[in-house]
């Protein structure tokens, strides 16, 4: 059974989403990215604006790059910059990688190039989407 956020009553989304953007960011923001943390960070540049951000996500090494599940789909403002811009600084683990050639690929491709675990993890959330980058 998926329980993935885009199954969710939109009022409710809405309220995480807002909460995550305006508490939990900021304060991952800081303290992702460094050794231990579960969060990575990724940093990229407005399309509009022009504004360096810092977003904190998941993150899974592969080779040749990482993968980023997409929980809160295709949309989101932090995805769009990076798509936009090609390119990005992904700080994960201590490690701060810059990453490029950006693509939305679907469950089915990711799923063989996570570890058993992490498929299972996402398998149960739903999750219908990641972000796969290389490292530049």
């Known amino acids: 059974m998926a329980i993935a956020p885009g199954t969710w009553p939109r009022p409710v989304l809405r309220a995480i989403r807002l909460s995550n ?3 939990l ?3 991952m923001g800081s303290r992702g990215g460094k050794k231990n943390s579960y969060a990575a960070v990724i940093r990229h540049t407005g399309r ?3 504004t360096q ?4 996500v998941g993150a899974d090494r592969v080779q040749g790059g990482f993968l980023i599940p997409l929980a809160y789909g295709t949309d989101a403002d932090w995805l769009r910059n990076v798509l936009t811009a ?3 600084r992904l700080s994960v683990e201590g490690e701060t990688f810059d ?3 950006p693509e939305v690929i679907d469950a089915h491709a990711a799923s063989p190039l996570l570890p058993p675990k992490r498929q299972r993890t996402f398998e149960r959330l739903g999750i ?3 972000l796969r980058v290389k490292l530049a």
Do not use: M, Q
Not at 53 to 56: D, I, L, N, W
């Open 48 to 50: 509009k604006s022009g």
């Open 86 to 88: 090609g390119c990005a």
């Open 25 to 27: 960011n900021p304060i």
């Open 53 to 56: 951000y810092s977003t904190p």
């Open 128 to 130: 219908p989407h990641y």
């Open 21 to 23: 953007k305006y508490l």
């Open 99 to 101: 990453v490029t050639a």
